[in-house]
């Protein structure tokens, strides 16, 4: 069966995203780094691509230039087992000039999507009780990032 590897396209900062991942999840690392050569089409030496690893899955930053940026239509998904989880990943991604958006997305300092959510959230969105599921994602729609608590008590409302 293939490996489908995400790869994201970066102008410049493919090597330094890289390090940025790899130092905020466990179980990541750098794999390889390609550069440029004379026949470009970026200049000679720069980096071209990074190979690397968030949490054993297989990723690749490339430098293709400033044509293409990132948009909310392709997201990466983080699904958490904890409020702390949640929190860490939140606070890390949106360091350093990040942004925190609607409903558990937020945007990275690449601008990179993302979406922090619960194992829970599943679960919850796919209750038979349709008013149980409209309550929690009544609740999710004016969160930013995600409070557990607040969500299992709007499951739990009757």
Known sequence: MP???PNLWFDTEAE???AFYTGIFDNSRIVAVTNYGEAGPREAGLVMTVEFELDGRRFV???GGP???FTEAMSLEIRCESQEEIDTYWERLTANGGE???C???KDRYGVSWQVTHTRLEELLLDVDQATVDRVMKAILQMGKLDVAEIERAAAAS
């Open 61 to 63: 930053a490339i430098n």
């Open 3 to 5: 490996r489908i590897v």
């Open 16 to 18: 330094e995203a890289a």
């Open 67 to 69: 044509e293409f940026t």
């Open 104 to 106: 558990g997305w937020l």
């Open 100 to 102: 925190p958006g609607p």
